[in-house]
């Protein structure tokens, strides 16, 4: 399976954005999909997660702002981004939530880019 993220854009702080990440294949199979980001110089960091159930994970720095959601039929997982604030400037992947939930990482994608200035 290959992820390609887009969706991605310049907006002022306080807009809002929505990101899809497109699988080539199923993601029924797959046990837990994400968004992480990546700023300069920064670690990447996990922005949102959704269990094969539905059920959601989010770390506070995003938690109330960002939704992720997945449309199994589509082989799409989508991010709503609310509220945007110039600390969420970014590359963002998508990719599966790692060996820790059973699934191997997939080669990490191109990424879309998130700028959020005024």
């Known amino acids: 399976v290959q992820l390609v993220e887009s969706g991605g854009g310049s907006v002022q702080p306080g807009e809002s954005l929505t990101l899809v990440c497109a699988a080539s294949?199923?993601?029924?199979?797959?046990?837990?999909l994400g968004w992480y980001r990546q700023a300069p110089g920064k670690e990447r960091e996990l922005v949102a997660g959704i269990l094969r159930g539905g059920r959601t994970t989010y770390p506070d720095h995003s938690k109330g702002r960002f939704t992720i959601s997945r449309d199994t039929a589509k082989s799409t997982v989508t991010l709503q981004m609310n509220n945007l604030k110039p600390e969420d400037t970014a590359m963002y992947f998508c990719?599966?939530?790692?060996?820790?939930?059973?699934?191997?990482?997939?080669?990490w994608g191109q990424g879309t880019q998130v700028t959020v200035s005024s």
């Open positions: 990719n599966t939530l790692g060996p820790r939930l059973g699934d191997p990482y997939l080669r």
């Open positions: 294949g199923s993601i029924l199979p797959i046990n837990g």
